[in-house]
């Protein structure tokens, strides 16, 4: 086999990271009580103002926010329609008119946002029927019928779980959460005995756990699946993957990939489901099989959200000294930037390797936008637009 002088670089990058992992014999690795409780990000902020102030900029702070301040200027510019085609009427699930001024919360800003109102039949929030694509500047049909609450709510916050389930029935009856949006507690788990403590032991690092279970740290959210265990409030499967027990949440470190695994299925990830497997209903088309996939054995996604999936046929995840983490740093830390994924490549690469060859925009999300393949496949397929290159979004009211 081949080795090229990038691998050279890269052992012994591997070997740094090996040695530093020694140097302090027996590391505290952080576990976070049983009964603690979460405490919210801006309680995080008093003794971590510059791991804060970087998460606040980020991505994670900001997938679901109440709409003051956070819906995008062109969306309420065009409420009424965008010259071909009509913006926002009606709830999804209940069918109802709502107007502008209805609206509660948002979700998504990058590249396309979705608007919330109340559904008063399950007392949770309902989609309305358009949503707003960025890149194109105009609306397209969003048909999810199923409540936020119950379909989206476990990625998109932190802390969820639910607290009422009709067996019978098969529906979500009731549920919660402890913020919304990605915070500090969704990767470092519930701080309360960490907040009293101060103490390393009582808080979960995911630097400190092994390759493997990093990448499942953040999987758990870039992930895409279908869940039986658990069905929405409308009564259909959920695509989000709550804790195995009423009322508990999933903590990070949590090895999801062994729970319920006879009701959920997450192509690529179980034994038996494979990414290549002909899927029904929302799992359908998810990974490219076509006679590229077949001839280099690698199934790029298709949709957003699906990087672990993709990630986990890589050459980089075989080696098991790489994770999400080594290119993705969450935040700034103390004495530490942020790392900028895409000039990550030369720490191990030649110049040949880079981002916009190796990880094409393979996976939909908006209309006409794509995200970046995780699959690293060494013969790349050409991508589409890219959702990552759009400017900053605008607000209305800035
Ligand atoms: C009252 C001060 C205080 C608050 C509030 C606080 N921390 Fe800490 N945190 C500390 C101190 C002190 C350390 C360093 C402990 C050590 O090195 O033994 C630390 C360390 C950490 C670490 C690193 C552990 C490691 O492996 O090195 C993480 C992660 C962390 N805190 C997360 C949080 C989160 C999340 C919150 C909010 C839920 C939070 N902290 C709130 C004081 C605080
Ligand atoms: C609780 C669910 C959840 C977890 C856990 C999670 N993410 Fe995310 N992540 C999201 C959501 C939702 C977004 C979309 C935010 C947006 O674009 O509005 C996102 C966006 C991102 C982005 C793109 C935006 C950016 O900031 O560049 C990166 C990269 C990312 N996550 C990496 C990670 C890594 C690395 C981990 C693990 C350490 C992780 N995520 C853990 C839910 C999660
Ligand atoms: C299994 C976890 C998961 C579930 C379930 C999930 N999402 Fe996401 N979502 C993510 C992650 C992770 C991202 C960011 C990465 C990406 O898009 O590739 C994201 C991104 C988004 C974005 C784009 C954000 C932006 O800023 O443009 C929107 C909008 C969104 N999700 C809406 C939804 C809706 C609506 C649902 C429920 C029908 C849902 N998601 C269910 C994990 C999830
Ligand atoms: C999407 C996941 C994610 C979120 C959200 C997140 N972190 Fe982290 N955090 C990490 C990861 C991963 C590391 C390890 C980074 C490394 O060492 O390379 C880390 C490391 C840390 C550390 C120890 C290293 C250091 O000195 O910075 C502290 C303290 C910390 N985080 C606090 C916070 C606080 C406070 C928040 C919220 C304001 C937060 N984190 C939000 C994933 C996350
Ligand atoms: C921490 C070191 C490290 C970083 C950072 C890194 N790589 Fe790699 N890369 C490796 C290793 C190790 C392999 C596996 C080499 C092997 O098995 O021959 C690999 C393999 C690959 C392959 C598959 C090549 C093949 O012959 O199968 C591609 C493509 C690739 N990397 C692209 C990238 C890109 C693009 C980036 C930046 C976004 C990047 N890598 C960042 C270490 C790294
Ligand atoms: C070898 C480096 C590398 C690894 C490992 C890696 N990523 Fe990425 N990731 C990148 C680069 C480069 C980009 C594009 C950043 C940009 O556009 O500037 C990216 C983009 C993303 C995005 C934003 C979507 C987009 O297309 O802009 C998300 C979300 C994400 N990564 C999540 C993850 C998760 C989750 C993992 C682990 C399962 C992971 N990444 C592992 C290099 C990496």
Known sequence: MARHRGMVKCLAYALVFLVSGCATSAPVVGRVPDDAKFVGSAACQLCHDRQYVSWRKSWH?????????????EAVDKWAGDGTSPGPTIGNATGKAFALEDVQYVVGLRWKQLYLVPNDQTGNLQFMNMQFNRASNKWETYAQKNDWNTQ??????????????????????????????????????????HVAS???ADIFNPADVDVMAQSKVCGYCHLRL????????????RDDFPAPRLGETYRPGDDWTQWYPHEVIIPGVQAGDPFDKEYAGDLKDLFKTDEHAKATGVFEEAKHHQQYQGFIQSAHYKTGVISCITCHTPHAGSGKT???A????????????????????????????????HTFNKAPRPGGQGAGSLGPPNYYGD
């Open 61 to 73: 702070s900001k997938i679901v926010r109440p709409k003051t301040g956070s819906i995008l200027r």
């Open 152 to 193: 989206c709510a476990t990625c998109h916050t932190t802390g969820y779980r639910i607290t009422a389930y009709d067996e019978q029935a098969g529906k979500t009856v009731k549920s919660e959460f402890a913020e919304m949006s990605v915070g500090c507690e969704a990767c470092h788990g519930p701080g309360s005995a």
């Open 198 to 200: 101060k103490s390393k």
């Open 226 to 237: 279908e869940n039986e265990r658990w069905k929405t409030a409308q009564g259909n499967p």
């Open 338 to 340: 942020q790392k900028v």
């Open 342 to 373: 895409r000039e990550t490549c030369g720490s191990c690469h030649d110049a040949s390797y880079s981002m916009d060859k190796y990880m094409p925009n393979t996976g939909l999300t908006a209309g006409n936008l794509f995200v970046r393949s």
